[in-house]
């Protein structure tokens, strides 16, 4: 293995076994394939974005490098330590913050909450002081002054904030996050954003983030794996992964329309008709349709486009041309959007 892996991934598989109500007394067995071989290499230093719609298998991957789920096969290590047989020594060298809002004492104040969890890690007298104060400091809730409330008061960015000041007490050179800005107020996000991109990049720290955002992923990891339906469909920098729409634009259109069902028909039409990658997701009361053309066709798939949604009574409130995205990535790649 190179010394410049941090994490690695091999093979991994995953199936849950979960039962699905049938009647009162009935149920029916039903296996999840939650990861199908899922492989991957996390560079020393870097952060790397696990990208995915919902249910596409990032929890599942995060909870097996973190050592809280066993693979059904497959291997996984971090700086050379396997997950499985060296789980005692993978706990020692990562931190973690799967869920930003679990376990924590909601009747202790943000600081008193990083001190006990900093003692419960070998950690304490001026040391344990020193280090829950700089990471108070690091993570901006002091600046907010509220690192002596109670954390049942804590807003969720708040909550975010201790999370991850929580996974860095012992200053581990992995930092693995469970999708660690879901929901929380754009200025949190973004201040978490740039100490994630800190860490890695002035401290010499292995970032891995989960995330449904494209816009994130693009703004803060330096490589990205694509993760949909427990297998990853490609990876890369984010350049090298728009080097996949290379010659190619997204086109967005805006609709309106009271005929939900009709839309899966335009949609196929448009794939099937133009022969061009589109998705449509619902967005503000009406429908965002999203069609990957190929950079000189745009006036002609567009006009064709506009045709075959005025034959579904659609109306069109507004077009835009932008440049490709992860988004289109994952489009071209999957035929749909999911995110
Ligand atoms: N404990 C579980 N039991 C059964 N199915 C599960 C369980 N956890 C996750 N799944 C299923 O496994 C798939 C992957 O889930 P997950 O890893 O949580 O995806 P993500 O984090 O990307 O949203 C989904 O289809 C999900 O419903
Ligand atoms: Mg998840």
């Given at each position: 293995m190179s010394s410049k892996i941090a994490i690695e991934a091999n093979d991994l598989v995953k199936n849950y076994v979960s039962f699905i109500r049938r009647g009162i007394f009935g149920r029916r067995r039903v296996v999840v394939e939650a990861l199908k071989g899922v492989s991957f290499g996390v560079l020393k230093g870097e952060v790397f974005g696990l990208l995915g719609p919902n249910g596409a298998g990032k929890t599942t991957t995060v909870k097996i490098l973190c050592t809280l789920l066993l693979p059904d096969s497959g291997t996984a290590t971090i700086l050379g330590y396997d997950?499985?047989?060296d789980a005692s020594k993978v706990r020692r060298i990562i931190g973690v913050s799967l869920?930003?809002?679990?376990?924590?004492?909601?009747?202790?104040?943000g600081k008193e909450n990083l001190k006990y969890f900093g003692m419960l890690y070998g950690l304490d007298g001026k040391f344990l002081e020193d280090r829950v104060n700089m990471l108070l400091e690091l993570v901006g809730l002091r600046k907010l002054g509220v690192?002596?409330?109670?954390?049942?008061?804590?807003s969720l960015g708040m909550k975010a904030r201790l999370s991850l000041a929580r996974a860095l007490l012992t200053d581990p050179p992995v930092i693995i996050l469970d999708?660690?800005?879901?929901?929380?107020d754009p200025p949190s996000a973004r201040c978490l954003r740039e100490m994630l991109v800190k860490l890695a990049h002035e401290e010499g720290k292995t970032v891995l983030m989960t995330t449904h955002n494209m816009f994130e992923a693009e703004m803060v990891c330096d490589r990205v794996a694509i993760i949909d339906r427990g297998e990853i469909i490609v990876m890369g920098t984010v350049d090298e992964l728009k080097k996949r729409v290379a010659g190619s634009v997204g086109i967005e259109m805006f609709v309106l329309t009271s005929?939900?069902?009709s839309l899966d028909s335009i949609a196929l039409k448009i794939r099937e008709g133009i022969g061009v990658p589109c998705s449509i997701v619902g967005e503000n009361g009406g429908y965002r349709i999203k069609i990957v053309s190929p950079s000189d066709e745009v006036d002609e798939v567009t006009s064709r486009t506009l045709r075959i949604l005025h034959d579904h009574k659609c109306s069109v409130r507004r077009i835009e041309v932008k440049e490709p995205t992860l988004e289109d990535v994952f489009i071209k790649l999957t035929g749909r959007t999911g995110f």
């Open positions: 997950v499985v047989k869920t930003v809002e679990k376990g924590f004492y909601w009747k202790l104040t690192e002596d409330k109670l954390y049942e008061e804590y999708e660690p800005t879901l929901g929380l005929a939900r069902a």
